[in-house]
């Protein structure tokens, strides 16, 4: 397979071992190109193409991970676990989860640090405020690169999670694209992003679903968790989880009141 072509030729005898930052690079690129292609293949319903692709990209790179073997131990776990999932759609979303792990720990998303001013600077200071000093919330978070990776790692969270019972006992199986899409699209709605929700109000989407204030407060847990791992600021986690917080009235369904012994319903 042409994504795996970067390991071809790694344990030759005739070849010089790689230094470690040339192998990290290598992995990177590997695992890279591999979760572009299997976003598309998965998106179009190619859920047993994804978990091959994604079984045979694992089986290439965790050998070559020696050099990091908490990593390699942990991938190798996840590999082990989607081998043993029934349906191709959940062994694809556990592999992909390694697969972002390798790609986070050794090429985690980069957070530009301000520029600083010269110390010497004879100019008079200007005190205007600068025209980008009021980004919109969806520039602040990282734009579409982060939100899309907080996204990715926060539906994954969750979507395990008994506490949050995304898929109400079984009855729901939301397709994991699909859910990051509209999430990211949400998200992008109310902080300024370029992205439009054009789905179902948060009432009617959730309607008859009987989610808990504790589950709604389980699921918010994740999203800070995901946000503080890819080093969005504290303002900005609080702006959002505001704004999530909004929708909590649309989502939680009030068990209703109950009646007084003898009264008619």
Not at 202 to 230: N, P, Q, R, W, Y
Not at 253 to 265: F, I, L, N, W, Y
Request: net charge positive.
């Amino acid at each position: 397979m042409l994504i795996l072509s970067g390991a071809v030729g790694l344990t030759r005898a005739d070849d010089k071992p790689l230094d470690r930052a040339e192998l990290d690079k290598r992995i990177v690129r590997i695992v890279y190109e591999s979760a572009l292609l299997g976003t598309e293949i998965f998106n179009r319903g190619g859920h047993g193409e994804c978990a091959r692709l994604y079984q045979g990209t694992l089986s290439a790179v965790v050998p070559m991970l020696d050099h990091r073997p908490k990593l390699q131990t942990d991938a190798q776990q996840r590999l082990e676990r989607a081998k043993g999932l029934n349906k191709a759609a959940d062994a694809a979303i556990e592999m992909r989860a390694a697969l972002d792990e390798i790609q986070n720990t050794i090429a985690p998303p980069i957070k530009k640090e301000p520029a600083l001013e010269p110390k010497d600077t004879k100019e008079p200071k200007n005190t205007q405020e600068p025209k980008d000093a009021k980004k919109v919330l969806w520039d602040r978070l990282g734009g579409e690169s982060v939100v899309k990776a907080v996204v990715h790692d926060f539906a994954l969270a969750a979507l395990e999670d008994p506490k949050v019972n995304f898929t109400r006992g079984g009855k729901y199986k939301p397709s994991a694209a699909a859910l990051e899409k509209s999430i990211v699209d949400m998200i992008s709605d109310v902080s300024g992003g370029p992205f439009k929700y054009s789905g179902k109000s948060m009432k009617e989407a959730h309607k008859g679903m009987a989610i808990t204030d504790a589950e709604f407060d389980a699921l918010a847990v994740h999203l800070v968790a995901s946000l503080k791992k890819f080093k969005v600021a504290d303002p900005e986690i609080a702006e959002l989880v505001k704004v999530v917080a909004g929708t909590r009235e649309a989502i939680v369904e009030k068990a209703p009141a109950p009646t007084e012994k003898g009264a008619k319903p």
